[in-house]
Structures are given as structure tokens and as C-alpha cells.
């Protein structure tokens, strides 16, 4: 018996269903995302109980490891569930440190789609997102060479859909011109709104916004408010941050990240978490 996608699911395009609550591959990766996982067989756990629960939307990309994460993916879930939709990125290489070196020339990025093709055992990839921005934030600087580059190996057949990661309103309009954006991945969380008016954009536009950092990232969230929240719904804080996104808008997606199977467990119990309007107005105050 198939089990329910956690939180319902989103459908984007005729062969595009994306479960909201998915899973973020990152952080299988060894310390700083860089090298093997320090427990690999519970690193292999982690993905396939991710599809246990119903979860058909992983979030990854070849510069996790770099190459490690979709090497793990590939080791534990293939040949792949017919639902499963892998969503990855490109933008980016990693040097022998494990810095974070941007790489977008048009005949790089098409390269490291071909290497995700490799490490992930795909013919055609269900996403691609381009990662545009720093850390430094988004900018309005254009990416039509970039996203012209993928839209070119979507024609072809190798890429079904694309998306921006660390977009701005004004690249998300440049890169429709171009071709259909179906994701749009992006900072935000209850404590950082910036996004506010992009997230209700892509709600208009049947956009999924996947929201990175959902519990803090690299920080994590604190708050009083919504400590005092989760005590009172008998949750834990980052639960009930998870539903606050799920109920934020209708098309927002999310790929909390975790090594753990009961922390897996944990972000995925969120998605039946129903937020009732005085709590929604409480943790609305956190960001604002």
C-alpha cells in the first residue's frame, strides 16, 4: 500500500508531483557538506525510510560531497520509485578545501548535468534548479546565458523541468522569458520574511517555493513565541515551524535536512500538524 505524501501534494506540470514535505539531502555529507558520511549505512537509512513515509521529493546536487550525496541516493533508492521526483541543482564546484566555488559558465553547467545524470543513474533529471546567489543573498544581475544553457539540455531531453535557487522577483520574470520555471528555492523561514511577496508570487503562479533553512539553517531558530507556542500544541519548536510554512501558502514545498531516521520522522509528523489562527498570529510577529 502506498503511503500518503506527508503534507499533501503539489502538482506543477502533467508529470510533475512534488510531495510538500520533502527531504533535503544535504546534510549526509560528511562535516561541511564535504566528504563521506560518517555513518554510512544509517545515511542510506535515512533515504529509504524517506520514501517509507511518503516522502516523493528529494532535494540534492553534485556538489554535496561533492558527488557523495547522489552516490548515495543512487546506492539506496535505485532503480528509483515511479513517483520519486529528484530535484538538483547546478551553479557550483567545490575545491580540495571544500570551499564553495560559483561555476556557471554555459558549458560548465552543462557538464555538471551530465555529472548528475552519472552519479544519480538518470537519463533526463525530473528538476534542475540553477543556484544564483552568494551567501551574500540574491541580486538582479542577469542569468539569461545560465538559464539559456539549461533550457537548451531541456530541449534535448536531458532536464524535464527548471528552476532558480537563490532568485530574485526580477530573475524569476528574466528566466520565464526563456523557459517554464517550476520551482523557486529560496531563504526563508519564520524568522527571515524577505521573500514574502516572491512566496505569494509563485502561490499565483502554481510555483513551488522551497523553502531552504526552514528550521534556521546554520543558526537555528530561537524564539520565546514559538517555544511557548509548541508547548501549548504539545510540539516541538521545529515541528511547529514546519507547519507555519506548510500553511504560509498553498505551493510552498519544504526539504528539511537531517542524518537521523527519528529526526526524519520528526519533520515529516509535522505535515499533520494544523496551526489554529491565534497560534498562526502569534508566530507571524516572530519575522516581522
Same mark, same amino acid.
Given at each position: 500500500?502506498?503511503?500518503?505524501a506527508?503534507g499533501?501534494?503539489?502538482?506543477?506540470?502533467d508529470?510533475?508531483?512534488?510531495?510538500r514535505?520533502?527531504?533535503?539531502?544535504?546534510?549526509?555529507?560528511?562535516?561541511g557538506v564535504?566528504g563521506p558520511?560518517?555513518?554510512?549505512d544509517q545515511?542510506?537509512?535515512v533515504?529509504?525510510?524517506a520514501?517509507e513515509?511518503?516522502?516523493?521529493h528529494?532535494?540534492t546536487?553534485?556538489?554535496?560531497?561533492?558527488?557523495?550525496?547522489?552516490e548515495?541516493?543512487?546506492?539506496?533508492?535505485h532503480?528509483y520509485?515511479?513517483?520519486?521526483?529528484?530535484v538538483?541543482?547546478v551553479g557550483?564546484?567545490?575545491?580540495?578545501?571544500?570551499?564553495?566555488?560559483?561555476?556557471?559558465?554555459?558549458?560548465?553547467?552543462t557538464a555538471?548535468?551530465?555529472?548528475?545524470?552519472?552519479? %544519480?543513474?538518470l537519463?533526463a533529471?525530473d /528538476?534542475?534548479? !540553477? $543556484?544564483?546567489? &552568494?551567501f551574500?543573498?540574491?541580486t538582479?544581475?542577469s542569468?539569461a546565458?545560465?538559464?539559456?544553457?539549461?533550457a537548451d539540455?531541456?530541449?534535448?531531453?536531458?532536464?524535464?523541468?527548471?528552476?532558480l535557487?537563490g532568485?530574485s522577483?526580477a530573475?524569476?520574470?528574466e528566466a520565464?522569458?526563456i523557459a517554464?520555471?517550476?520551482?523557486?528555492q529560496?531563504?526563508?523561514?519564520?524568522a527571515?520574511?524577505?521573500?514574502d511577496?516572491?512566496?505569494?508570487?509563485?502561490?499565483a503562479?502554481?510555483?513551488?517555493?522551497?523553502?531552504?533553512?526552514?528550521l534556521?539553517?546554520?543558526?537555528p531558530?530561537?524564539?520565546?513565541?514559538?517555544?511557548?507556542?509548541a508547548?501549548r500544541?504539545g510540539?516541538?519548536p521545529?515541528q511547529?515551524a514546519?507547519?507555519?510554512?506548510?500553511?504560509?501558502s498553498?505551493?510552498?514545498? %519544504?526539504?528539511p535536512?537531517?542524518?537521523? /531516521?527519528?529526526? !526524519? $520522522?520528526?519533520? &515529516?509528523?509535522?505535515?499533520d500538524l494544523a496551526?489554529p489562527?491565534?497560534a498562526?498570529a502569534?508566530?507571524?510577529t516572530i519575522?516581522?
Open positions: 500500500m502506498t503511503t500518503p506527508p499533501g501534494s503539489l502538482t506543477l506540470a508529470d510533475l508531483t512534488l510531495s514535505m520533502g527531504y533535503g539531502a544535504m546534510q549526509l555529507a560528511g562535516p564535504f558520511p560518517k555513518d554510512r545515511a542510506l537509512a533515504l529509504r525510510e520514501v513515509l511518503g516522502i516523493t528529494i532535494d546536487s553534485d556538489f554535496y560531497g561533492p558527488f557523495v550525496v547522489n548515495l541516493i543512487r546506492e539506496a533508492l532503480p520509485p515511479a513517483d520519486l521526483r529528484i538538483t541543482k557550483a564546484r567545490r575545491d580540495g578545501t571544500g570551499a564553495w566555488i560559483p561555476s556557471q559558465e554555459p558549458a560548465d553547467l555538471q548535468v551530465h555529472e548528475n545524470l552519472q552519479h %544519480l543513474g537519463d533529471l /528538476v534542475v534548479n !540553477l $543556484r544564483i546567489a &552568494s551574500e543573498g540574491p538582479d544581475d542569468v546565458e545560465q538559464f539559456g544553457a539549461l539540455l531541456r530541449r534535448q531531453g536531458l532536464i524535464r523541468h527548471l528552476g535557487s532568485a522577483d530573475q524569476l520574470t520565464q522569458a517554464p520555471v517550476v520551482t523557486v529560496n531563504l526563508y523561514n519564520l527571515d520574511r524577505h521573500d511577496a516572491l512566496v505569494d508570487r509563485c502561490a503562479e502554481n510555483i513551488a517555493y522551497a523553502a531552504f533553512f526552514p534556521g539553517g546554520f543558526s531558530l530561537q524564539s520565546r513565541t514559538l517555544t511557548d507556542v508547548a500544541l510540539a516541538s521545529q511547529v514546519l507547519a507555519w510554512l506548510l500553511q504560509r498553498p505551493t510552498t514545498v %519544504l526539504i535536512g537531517t542524518s537521523s /531516521v527519528a529526526h !526524519l $520522522r520528526e519533520n &515529516s509528523a509535522a505535515a496551526l489562527a491565534d498562526v502569534e508566530l507571524d519575522g516581522r
